[in-house]
């Protein structure tokens, strides 16, 4: 017998984007994501994209027409650095690639401005204290992109699981895999880009482990490389305590289902795909009950908008849901799972 949750029951968990105070956005960046997020905070938050800042100057006017809209206020700045001394702007959000992500997010700090920095927060744990550091001088709030923390399905994943519906959990599994043509000039596939699967689709399953589990006690990888030197696939076991295991898996190289699942002594919870995104769970009992959750019709980047601009405006400078030591634990497990592999970035 199976019944389904309804999302007005877990409205309580995840309040309405909308409803957080609006703030003014700077980004950096006029790429693929930058163009996500631009589309749900104008369309779905009550704040606003103030500037846009692109090397490339019709780059940026076309990012703006196709985002935010032809009409829009938007300032548009060919420097990083006039960008982040806009007076007008309160938050700065970092959409480029991995590699220059400490940089860029250096460049904001020390100007004084809030940061949201698009996940991996950088290509590793040195990188990722020094931003943190250079943020807690500054008294700014700072905060990686990891929007699955703040989707709807995530709070209610949290709230099942807490309240002892499928018992202990003994097990995660989790992947992410996309395919992609070899290309060296891609950045998925360039280690000066700090490439490879790990940073860009790996991320979430190992962030998912984490988030329910918290930091492995050990941690085993075993991948493969590209022909330029990043990886293309790995599989990888967190072990815990008392036996607990996490199984995960990212590639380049293959769609995978991208699922996850929370297995417990009760019962276990399956989230289709893509789990990391706005998505749908079931939650199966091992005494033959079923109860389902469907998919929330919404785009998603707006809730981790949300809680930057509720945080800022509460005086906070880390988010509780993705603290800046949630940070370190994780891109410190990624820098062991590179290492294993065999991976590491030009100057590092």
């Known amino acids: 017998m199976g019944n389904t949750i309804e999302s007005a029951l877990i409205s309580h ?5 909308m409803d957080a105070p609006a703030v003014k956005w700077g980004i950096i960046g006029a790429g693929w994501i930058s163009g996500e997020f631009a589309q749900c905070v104008t369309n779905f938050t009550s704040s606003v994209i103030a500037a846009v800042g692109s090397r490339d100057e019709e780059k940026a006017r076309a990012f703006i027409a196709e985002n935010i809209g032809a009409d829009a206020d938007t300032t548009i700045y060919t420097s990083y650095e006039d960008l982040v001394r806009d007076p007008d702007i309160d938050v700065v959000y970092i959409g480029t690639p991995h590699s220059h992500h400490r940089d860029h997010a250096l460049l904001a700090i020390n100007a004084g401005k809030h940061v949201l920095v698009e996940k991996a927060f950088t290509r590793n744990a040195a990188e990722a204290r020094e931003v943190l550091d250079a943020a807690r001088a500054q008294g700014v709030f700072v905060m990686e992109a990891m929007w699955t923390r703040h989707l709807p399905h995530i709070a209610a994943v949290r709230d099942i699981v807490a309240n002892g519906t499928i018992g202990e959990v003994t097990t995660i599994l989790a992947d992410h ?3 992609f043509p070899f290309n060296p000039q891609h950045r998925l596939f360039a ?7 790990l940073l860009d689709l790996g991320v979430y399953p190992v962030a998912f482990a984490h988030d329910l589990l918290g930091t492995p006690d050990k941690i085993v990888a075993s991948g493969a490389l590209t022909q330029t030197g990043v990886d293309g696939q ?12 996490a199984s995960l898996h990212t590639t380049l190289w293959g769609q995978t289902p991208t699922t996850a699942s929370i297995v417990g002594s009760k019962g276990r919870i399956d989230i289709e795909g893509a789990f990391y995104a706005p998505s749908a769970f ?20 707006e ?3 949300a809680e930057v601009a509720r945080s800022i405006t509460a005086g906070k400078t880390e988010s509780e849901r993705m603290t800046w030591q949630n940070t370190l634990d994780l891109i410190e497990s990624m820098d062991e799972i590179r290492a294993q592999v065999g991976v590491r970035y030009p100057g590092e």
């Open 13 to 17: 968990l995840t309040p309405s984007p």
């Open 191 to 197: 280690p000066e880009l700090a490439g490879g699967a």
């Open 303 to 305: 809730f981790e908008a």
């Open 177 to 179: 895999g996309q395919y």
């Open 282 to 301: 079931t939650v199966v009992g091992y005494d033959g009950s079923t109860s389902r959750y469907e998919r929330d019709e919404i785009r998603g980047l």
């Open 234 to 245: 790995i599989a990888i076991i967190f072990e815990y305590a008392d036996g607990v295991r």
